[in-house]
């Protein structure tokens, strides 16, 4: 099993950056693929970003795509999701999740693990 914890949550204005963390612990990290995922108020929990096992394959939301980048180190067993030029739409609580598809994910159901989730608040 795997333990995650989300870091890097708050309250920004629009244009500013954020950085999340995900520390993952328990099995070996570099055996899972990674994915953040962000669920607004009233709203379903949707897919943001994914990074295969071993860093080389990543994937975006289409409104994040240029503005977000996910990676990982396996050294230090986490994942990470730079967001810059956020907007107030971005506002929502992110969580980390990890998968033992080998593969990358775009379904919540198809991940195994979940961190605690952070929020993430875009003042415009």
């Known amino acids: 099993q795997a333990q995650l914890v989300t870091f890097g949550g708050g309250l920004v204005q629009a244009g500013d950056s954020l950085r999340l963390s995900c520390a993952a612990s328990g099995r070996i990290f570099s055996t899972y693929a990674m994915g953040w995922f962000r669920q607004a108020p009233g709203k379903e929990r949707e897919f943001v970003a994914a990074?295969?096992?071993?860093?080389?394959?990543?994937y975006y939301e289409d409104s994040v795509k240029g503005r977000f980048t996910i990676s990982r180190d396996n050294a230090k067993n986490t994942v990470y999701l730079q967001m810059n030029s956020l907007k107030p739409e971005d506002t929502a609580v992110y969580y980390c999740?990890?998968?033992?598809?080998?593969?990358?994910?775009?379904?919540?159901?198809?991940?195994?693990?979940w961190g605690q989730g952070t929020q993430v608040t875009v003042s415009s």
């Open positions: 990074i295969s096992r071993s860093g080389s394959t990543t």
């Open positions: 999740a990890a998968t033992t598809y080998y593969s990358i994910r775009y379904s919540a159901h198809e991940y195994d693990y």
